[in-house]
């Protein structure tokens, strides 16, 4: 058995080996990063449940919609709204519950005192969950968009790819860095997260316009488009969509809303880095938050 | 490393009048008061003493999850307050009873995740799990999933995850806590055979078992009550209770418990043993460890047994053991601890947790 533990080079110095250069620092960031990101990834192929339950299911909302815009005699770009607007969902509950609840379950199971423990920032491990939980719902979304598409023949006339990549992008972003930051307010909250978790769901989907062009929320839809990034991303993405089509008037310009996105991820990923900081801090000196059970 | 190369080295743990207090209502709770300690590079310490002592207080604070409230504490030189992250470097941590990682990941998955953390490259993560689960002893289920594994898997390959990074210092946290008599063994003879390769591998030990501490530990601090109120090697600790008579007395039934027996004059201390009773028989057995001033204090015991109706079944003299000395210091044994915790345990902790994450 012994044989096999020995690594390290005989001349070795404990102070010498805690002397990490900047890059090194950076390249185990990374190398965390990809680290956090890889259970998310791996257990899409593991538990291919959900494919009935992230895909199949909430087709079936975004189907009865599509019905009922249909018995209504309603605009065909309304069907394509409600097609977009589900496929997006997948991206706002995934940060609800992937991301702004997970410190709170990583404490529970005894993984954020590792997390805290090992030579990484908590930064690191936000943005592995991050790019996992974001190829996760990225591929749900982009499975309710054929499916959709398919069954209820939606015609997309996007022209300006240059645009909606980065809107795309950038909405992306925005909501993952808001992820970010509720993971830290949700951990320095403990319980009282569940509540909010459920909270967040429903009034979200209503003023982010998902069944509908948010423009139709007057003075409330623009205060959303101010604030949220599914509303304004969405938005966005249905004007680029959709060009010119009824409904979508009373909003900024898709060039606007890009900023908007800009501003908003800027500010989240300052907010979340200084949140971790702060939680750091306050689980070291108040002995809690890290530590289970406390 | 040569062991002049030890020699030079800052001490592996420098603890100087180390307090914490934890501000909880309704009074602050101090776990930690007036910790003195130095380890050197390459000694297996163990800290040993019953729950709620400041063990882990005092490991969470070597490890950077938990600042002192007051005093110093370093490690190899750096100070555990200002220069967590070269800290973080250089040590790791397991703890007795881990549930770590996600369960849909296989073994092999899970520590190459952690590996990641420590900055190891990709290739040279997946190499570093393949020979630490052949030493541990988990090659054979490295593909299986991670929440499939038995309590004692599982503690192995928290173990391996341990030693990822070939730490310099490893901080063992009641590492065999729940496990059978083998497994609990095979994570000793781990830990052994890890520090062993290598000089200067520094190891610390919380636990309240105390052969195991007696087995592994080069020196021992006895904590209770957040002091250290010995410290030394296996030997010269049971040497201070040397000069006594120390007995292994067995009855059938001992109304009052062993506290009766030890305000009869002459006995210096008495505690029921580890494995005390035999319950569920009718010709029940209660193991009392006793220290006595002189022999002749066992006059007086014999006599007062009788008048209790207690039929002595054993006696025989024994070797002291840390037992002996903890109870010698503390006036009580861990068996008696562990019966008042007991006693205690319930509505302090609430361990009702979240049940969902996708990635379980």
């Known amino acids: 058995m012994s044989t096999l533990f020995p690594t390290r080079e005989t001349t070795a110095d404990p102070r010498t080996d805690a002397d990490w250069t900047g890059r090194r620092a950076f390249e185990t960031n990374l190398r965390a990063l990809v680290g956090r990101a890889y259970p998310r990834v791996r257990g899409m192929g593991r538990e291919p449940s959900w494919v009935f339950f992230e895909i199949l299911l909430p087709f079936l909302g975004t189907s009865a919609f599509v019905l009922v815009y249909r018995a209504l005699q309603a605009p065909e770009a309304y069907v394509g709204f409600v097609v977009l607007g589900g496929a997006m969902s997948a991206f706002w509950l995934n940060v609800v519950w992937m991301m702004a609840g997970q410190l709170y379950w990583e404490k529970s199971q005894g993984n954020l005192e590792l997390y805290f423990a090992a030579p ?3 930064m690191a491990v936000l943005l592995g969950m991050a790019v996992g939980g974001l190829i996760m719902s990225g591929t749900r979304a982009l499975a309710i968009l054929l499916i959709s598409t398919a069954i209820f023949g939606v015609q997309f006339h996007l022209t300006d790819w240059a645009l909606a990549i980065p809107v795309f992008l950038l909405t992306m972003a925005a909501l993952y860095g808001l992820g970010m930051m509720l993971a830290s307010l949700f951990l320095l909250w403990g319980r009282e997260a569940f509540h909010l978790t459920n909270l967040a769901i429903e009034p979200v989907y209503f003023i982010s316009g998902l069944n509908f062009p948010v423009a139709r929320l007057g003075a ?23 060009p010119g089509m009824q409904g979508l008037e009373g909003t900024p310009p898709p060039q606007t809303e890009a900023l908007i996105l800009t501003a908003m991820t800027v500010v989240f990923l300052v907010a979340s880095q200084r949140l971790i900081r702060t939680i750091e801090r306050m689980a070291r000196s108040r002995g809690s938050l890290s530590i289970r059970w406390q | 490393m040569t062991a002049d190369v030890t020699a030079t080295l800052p001490p592996a743990i420098s603890v100087a009048g180390l307090r914490r207090v934890y501000p909880v209502k309704p009074k602050p709770v101090t776990a930690l008061d007036g910790i ?7 000694e297996f310490f163990g800290l040993l003493g019953p729950n709620g002592a400041g063990k882990t207080t005092l490991i969470k604070i070597l490890t950077t999850l938990l600042l002192p409230s007051a005093g110093k504490a370093s490690i190899f030189g750096f100070d555990v307050a200002t220069e967590a992250a070269k800290i973080r470097r250089i040590m790791n941590m397991v703890a007795g009873g881990e549930q770590s990682g996600y369960g849909i990941l296989t073994v092999r998955e899970q520590l190459w995740m952690f590996s990641q953390f420590y900055g190891l490259g990709s290739r040279e993560g997946w190499r570093r799990v ?4 052949d030493a541990v002893g988990l090659g054979d289920q490295r593909l299986q999933r991670v929440s499939t594994l038995s309590t004692g898997q599982r503690q192995k390959m ?9 730490p310099w210092i490893l901080f063992l946290d009641e590492p065999t806590l729940g496990l059978d008599v083998s497994a609990a063994r095979a994570v000793r003879e781990m830990v052994l055979a890890w520090k062993g390769a290598v000089p200067g591998r520094t190891v610390l030990l919380t636990t309240h078992y105390m052969a195991e501490a007696d087995e592994l530990c080069e020196r021992i601090a006895i904590v209770d009550h957040g002091k250290i109120l010995a410290i030394g090697t296996p030997a010269e600790l049971k040497r201070r209770v040397q000069r006594e008579s120390v007995l ?4 059938n039934r001992l109304d009052g418990g062993p506290a009766v027996l030890a305000k009869l004059p002459g006995v210096v201390s008495a505690a029921l043993a580890a494995d005390n009773v035999e319950a569920g028989t009718e010709a029940q057995r209660v193991a009392v460890n006793l220290v006595l001033r002189d022999d002749n204090a066992l006059t007086g015991v014999m006599a007062a047994l009788g008048a209790a109706g207690s039929r002595v079944l054993g006696l025989r003299t024994s070797e002291p053991t840390l037992e002996d000395v903890f109870v010698e210091l503390v006036g009580r044994g861990f068996a008696d601890e562990a019966d008042a915790e007991a006693a205690n345990a319930g509505a302090d902790h609430d361990h009702s947790h979240p049940t969902e994450d996708a990635e379980r």
């Open chain 1, 220 to 242: 409330l839809g623009a205060v959303a488009i101010a604030t949220v990034p599914l509303a304004v991303g969405l938005d966005a993405m249905r004007q680029l969509a959709f």
């Open chain 1, 120 to 122: 990484m920032s908590l």
């Open chain 2, 158 to 166: 928290n173990m391996a995850r341990g030693l990822l990074n070939d």
């Open chain 2, 36 to 42: 003195d300690l130095e380890v050197a590079p390459g």
């Open chain 2, 130 to 133: 393949d020979e630490l689960l």
């Open chain 2, 248 to 251: 292994r007395l067995e009855v």
